[in-house]
Structure formats: structure tokens, C-alpha cells
T-cell receptor, first 113, second 112 residues
Framework: GAGVSQSPSNKVTEKGKDVELRCDPISGHTALYWYRQSLGQGLEFLIYFQGNSAPDKSGLPSDRFSAERTGGSVSTLTIQRTQQEDSAVYLC???????????FGSGTRLTVV | KQEVTQIPAALSVPEGENLVLNCSFTDSAIYNLQWFRQDPGKGLTSLLLIQSSQREQTSGRLNASLDKSSGRSTLYIAASQPGDSATYLCAVRGGSNYQLIWGAGTKLIIKP
């Protein structure tokens, strides 16, 4: 597609429920990143996928968080047993190659009540 | 360890003024530097990307410069408009590292 697409744009969930956030990167982009941004805070790196390499999961805050990227394209970020502190905007970005810049999606605003 | 600092944290100017936002980084071994804007409650929009071999990039009323040796980049906005109000973020990619290191941003308000 023309840009990075994220869905849903907004998600309200009850504490303890599982949620799935989807990112559809730009076609042909080899790298995909997930970040989250809490209210008034900077960007927090979560996970990175590059081609067929093992993902860098070093930013995932707990084992309740997981992500996968199927077929080198669409990625799903799953949060199990959501907590109120998980409330944030979750941003996805894709990159064509190292020399190119990031393109971000519009984000998913997650609210855990 | 690379650190990125943006000064000022906030800036309010009247419409029509030219302004400069600053970004500094501690390790000059960068691959590229990217400027973004973020509108409240929205994602990030890429403004300009400067490769380490470049000195500046221009897009419309925006001009970004890069001085690797001094660890500095500036974003110049000419003839500011209320629609320029947003938070401006700079981020650097170091060497072959795939991660971006982010500044905390400058919140810009352009008063009509």
C-alpha cells in the first residue's frame, strides 16, 4: 500500500483481556518496528523484525507481550492479560533498507479500563 | 552510548517568524538523522532524512542541516504558520545499528 496501515485505530478493552494490534507495512519494506508512546512520553522501542532474521524482542516490557510477522509482511502485536499501564499509543513503522527513513503508521490508541 | 537532546523543549512564536529547532547527539558515528513531526494524538510524519554524507536537506519551507563533527542538526522553518504547531522530533541511526535513538522533542506553538 501507499503507507503503513494500523488497525484498529482505537481499542478499549477491559483489564485482563487479550488484545491484538495489526500493522500492515509498505510493500517491499524489509524491516518493521513496533513502538509505544504513553501519554506525554517519548517513544519506547518494543520489537524489530528484519527480513527472515530472528526478531529483536529486547524492548518488550514483559512476557505478556508478543509479536509475529507473517510472510515478511503483516505483523501482529499481542498483549495478553492487559493491565492499565498498557494504555498507550502503539506505533508501527517500516523501513525499506538501512539507508532509508522510517515511515510510521497512524498508531493504535489502546485504553485498558 | 548515543544520546540525543533537543532544545528548546517548547517554543511559542508569532505567525510569520522564521525559527530554528536544535538537535544534538553525543556520538558522531551516525548513519543518518531524521526529523519528524507529531500532531496531538496522532502518529509521526517524516519531514526530512539526512544521510551522514549530506550537509542539508530541504522540503518546502523546511531546511534541515547536519554537522556530524559537532554532533548537531538544526531544523529551520521559514515563515511559520499556525498549521506548523506540533511536536518536532529528531532521531539518529548510529552506524549499522538498525535502531533509532530519539530526542524528547520540541513542542512548537505558532500563534495566529
Amino acid at each position: 500500500g501507499a503507507g503503513v496501515s494500523q488497525s484498529p485505530s482505537n481499542k478499549v478493552t477491559e483489564k485482563g483481556k487479550d488484545v491484538e494490534l495489526r500493522c500492515d507495512p509498505i510493500s517491499g519494506h524489509t524491516a518493521l518496528y513496533w513502538y509505544r508512546q504513553s501519554l506525554g512520553q517519548g517513544l519506547e522501542f518494543l520489537i524489530y523484525f528484519q527480513g527472515n532474521s530472528a526478531p529483536d524482542k529486547s524492548g518488550l516490557p514483559s512476557d505478556r507481550f508478543s509479536a509475529e510477522r507473517t510472510g515478511g509482511s503483516v505483523s501482529t502485536l499481542t498483549i495478553q492479560r492487559t493491565q492499565q499501564e498498557d494504555s498507550a499509543v502503539y506505533l508501527c513503522a517500516s523501513v525499506r533498507e538501512l539507508a532509508y527513513g522510517y515511515t510510521f503508521g497512524s498508531g493504535t490508541r489502546l485504553t485498558v479500563v | 552510548k548515543q544520546e540525543v537532546t533537543q532544545i528548546p523543549a517548547a517554543l511559542s512564536v508569532p505567525e510569520g517568524e522564521n525559527l530554528v529547532l536544535n538537535c544534538s547527539f553525543t556520538d558522531s558515528a551516525i548513519y543518518n538523522l531524521q526529523w519528524f513531526r507529531q500532531d496531538p494524538g496522532k502518529g509521526l510524519t517524516s519531514l526530512l532524512l539526512i544521510q551522514s554524507s549530506q550537509r542539508e536537506q530541504t522540503s518546502g519551507r523546511l531546511n534541515a542541516s547536519l554537522d556530524k563533527s559537532s554532533g548537531r542538526s538544526t531544523l529551520y522553518i521559514a515563515a511559520s504558520q499556525p498549521g506548523d504547531s506540533a511536536t518536532y522530533l529528531c532521531a539518529v541511526r548510529g552506524g549499522s545499528n538498525y535502531q533509532l535513538i530519539w530526542g524528547a522533542g520540541t513542542k512548537l506553538i505558532i500563534k495566529p
